[in-house]
């Protein structure tokens, strides 16, 4: 039972389930049935007793129309299920398992029962022309559809003055009507069809454009211009569509970017900082010992702290030091290295594929290199290729634009043994996700190794397609923890060797109780350490290693230990605060005090507790629980029914104060990058307002990393 938990198992049934789920999406069964045209994927969800429910009342609110595909996997053949909708009404329905071919009303309800399953997935499709379709197959109509089809015809004709009421509407909206003026000075029955289809694609172009205020598209002013113009004329809706999905993708991609560099910057402002402090830590014992200075400059300090530049194959963009060799074992990190040198030793027969995930900075890039560099050392005519998923993005755009994909095809679908780094960055890249799919698909049914890395599992990658978590899962998944203090000390043992230089064990200890959580923040302790140490032309020495570590010893929070009082004198309005303590009691009597004309609190506690400590007057307490309760209001961790409960509250008030209490509840039910999405969407909103936003926080349920990005979004209270 412990194998099957681990992953190891799976390796029995694996396969077969594989092999069958790719054959159905390539060949589809045996038997003819009717060939839907593929659409634009617009949103993925997995099964759930009101996910099929929810996903068709939301279409209905937006009269979307389109398709609703379902693909279940659980058991036995896999089923496909299709719900088509227009103007946010389920029209037809189809279900296919196997040979069975189900339409109408009996499709639906199959359709329904797969969406119930967790293994279900469900694709919302657009840019598809439903109409036809539905024309094309009368077997799949549905009698409510009908229903309500011969009500719109019973309804009473609008007059002539009515569609002139109507056209003027329009006008003054902006919409391009010389076809509609054209059609209402001839039949009228022909231009209340006119008007009719008209007003079908002005709701379309409304809910295109609620998209639209949705996105942070500064900087591509010229693309809303293009979409604006094709909006004004409703009938260019698709269009409008197709582009408003590739500004989407513009934006994602600039964010992701922006991100990349911003971290870029940090991480060589970084560099500079701790170079600037060892130069004039340098310069000072320099001068005090009556050393000369000309030689000594910030530039070759900062050369001398910075991690030795990594060595490429050629041929394989294999890291060159990155063998198991070079790799420090330990407790935290034994399992992951097992299964990669198992994996080396028997590719394909081990475990395939194998997935490393850990915290950044903790060697799964590291152990990833070793298994290619071992099957390369004992292999060479092994076909081998590692690369990070932002490599192979840009590759394969590239290819994309330059009209050779075949090659890029060619050159990874016929590898032996394919190493990928860092598979969390296939978040939103929906065009990436499905290149990597064939690709996947592709060497597995070869008998092709696949090795991958990730800082967290595949469920809690956002936006990652169902399809991919499957086949990421389908192997052994390895996880690397922080190292443990021996452990540590054996890494700068290692690395002190390496360089040739002799260190004391008290001075490693030192080092290796400073920095806990990162191998990479380790190593770059240790450069400065020795850089110091070459600089002044002396021995390490513990004094010294204090010294130039300073920083790293006298590290505190933002802010400190802080009173009720003195934080309820510090918060401002439209500001919000991370409230950092063991239990809440703090933070609810930081919200009994500061909640103004109103208050609402979400939170994990039960509400007649918190009542019965805290007078809270009357704010509004909704428990956060998947549970019902007959005398508390209740909410269930959905962000976004959570969002929508937050700004009906401030709707309703000019100032007042919102605490959420449970946010690892939040993170264990979503994910940390959707409940970070959240909550930067969230005070974006407070901070146009006089709201203010607290959320309490036990620094033990979340990572340490996560931890830290919460206090880079928001201002931090500590309490006793």
């Known amino acids: 039972m412990v194998e099957a938990r681990t992953g190891v198992r799976a390796m029995d049934w694996a396969p077969n389930l594989f092999n069958r789920v790719t054959q159905y999406e390539n060949e589809g069964p045996a038997t003819p049935r009717p060939v839907f045209p593929e659409g634009k994927v617009v949103r993925r969800i997995s099964g759930s007793a009101d996910a099929l429910k929810a996903l068709l009342l939301d279409l209905k609110k937006y009269s979307f129309s389109g398709y609703v595909r379902t693909i279940r996997v659980a058991e036995g053949e896999p089923s496909e299920g299709f719900v088509f909708i227009q103007a946010g009404n389920p029209v037809s329905s189809f279900h296919f398992r196997g040979e069975r071919h189900e339409a109408g009303r009996a ?89 009719a289809a008209f007003d079908e694609n002005v709701k379309k172009v409304g809910l295109l454009r609620e998209i639209l205020k949705g996105l942070d598209a500064k900087g591509f002013e010229p693309r809303l211009a293009s979409i604006d113009e094709k909006l004004r004329d409703p009938r260019k809706h698709l269009a409008a569509e ?4 590739d500004l989407r993708e513009a934006v994602e991609k600039a964010r992701r970017d922006a991100e990349t560099k911003a971290a870029d910057t940090a991480r060589e402002r970084e560099i500079q900082e701790r170079a600037r402090q060892v130069f004039e830590m340098v310069l000072k014992h320099r001068q005090e010992a009556g050393k000369a200075t000309t030689d000594l400059t910030e530039a070759a300090v900062a050369r001398a702290i910075e991690e030795k530049p990594t060595a490429r194959d050629e041929t ?25 040198l198992a994996v080396s030793k028997a590719p394909h027969s081990a475990y395939n594929p194998l997935l490393i995930t850990s915290g950044p900075g903790l060697g799964k890039t590291h152990l990833l290199n070793a298994i290619g560099s071992y099957i390369v050392q004992n292999n060479g005519k092994a076909r081998t290729m590692y690369l990070s998923v932002e490599a192979f993005t840009n590759e394969m755009r590239e290819a994309l634009t330059a009209g050779k994909m ?11 043994v394919f190493l990928l780094d860092d598979v969390h960055f296939l978040s939103g890249r929906g065009d990436v996700q499905e290149e990597l799919f064939h690709t996947f698909n592709e060497l597995y049914n070869k008998g092709k190794q696949i090795a991958l890395t990730s ?111 003195d934080a309820e004198r510090d ?22 005090k500061t909640t103004g004309e109103a208050g609402l609190l979400i939170t994990r506690s039960n509400p007649r507790r918190i009542r019965e400590k805290f007078d809270l007057g009357t704010a509004r307490i909704l428990w956060l629980t998947d549970r019902e309760s007959t005398t508390e209001d209740t909410i269930p961790p959905v962000l976004e029914r959570i969002i929508y409960e937050i700004e009906e509250f401030m709707k309703k008030g000019t100032r007042g104060t919102v605490l959420i209490d449970g946010i690892e509840y939040l993170v264990s039910n979503n994910s940390f990058d959707a409940m970070l999405k959240f909550l930067r969407r969230l005070i974006d909103h407070i901070s146009e307002t006089r709201y203010i936003l607290l959320l309490s926080l036990s620094p033990a349920t979340l990572k340490e990393q996560e931890v830290k990005i919460l206090e880079r979004e928001m201002e931090v209270l500590t309490f006793q």
């Open 316 to 340: 394989t963009n294999l890291i060159r030091q990155f063998k198991f060799d070079t790799f420090v074992v330990g407790p935290s990190n034994r399992f992951a290295h097992a299964a990669s």
């Open 107 to 195: 499709a639906l309800k199959q359709v329904w029962q797969d969406s119930y399953d967790p293994t279900c997935a469900l694709e919302l499709h657009a840019r598809v022309e439903t109409e036809p379709l539905v024309k094309e197959h009368p077997e799949g109509a549905l009698d409510r559809a009908k229903r309500v089809v011969r009500k719109a015809r019973l309804a009473e004709a609008p007059s002539k003055e009515a569609l002139e009421s109507q056209l003027k509407s329009w006008k003054q909206e902006g919409f391009e009507v010389r076809d509609l003026q054209t059609a209402l000075a001839g039949d009228l029955e022909t231009a209340r069809a006119a008007f």
């Open 455 to 565: 800082d967290r599992p595949p469920k809690e990658i956002p936006e990652l397609e169902d399809r991919l978590v499957s086949r990421f899962e389908s192997g052994l998944i390895a996880d690397i923890q922080p190292p443990e203090y021996e452990t540590r000390i054996a890494i700068l043992r290692r690395r002190a060797k390496d360089t040739g230089a002799e260190i004391e064990e008290e001075v490693l200890a030192t080092i290796a109780t400073l920095v806990s959580d990162n191998i990479r923040e380790l190593g770059g302790a240790l450069n400065r350490v020795l850089a110091f140490s070459s600089l002044m032309g002396e021995p390490v020495s513990l004094d010294m290693a204090k010294e130039v570590l300073r920083d790293l010893t006298s590290a505190e929070p933002r802010r400190g230990r802080a009173k009720v009082e």
């Open 242 to 245: 197709a582009e408003i999905e």
């Open 406 to 416: 075949a090659e890029f095809r060619e050159r990874y679908r016929n590898l032996d």
């Open 571 to 592: 918060l401002k309005p439209g500001a919000a605060y991370v409230v950092k303590e063991e239990r809440p009691a703090g933070c609810f009597r930081l919200f009994a």
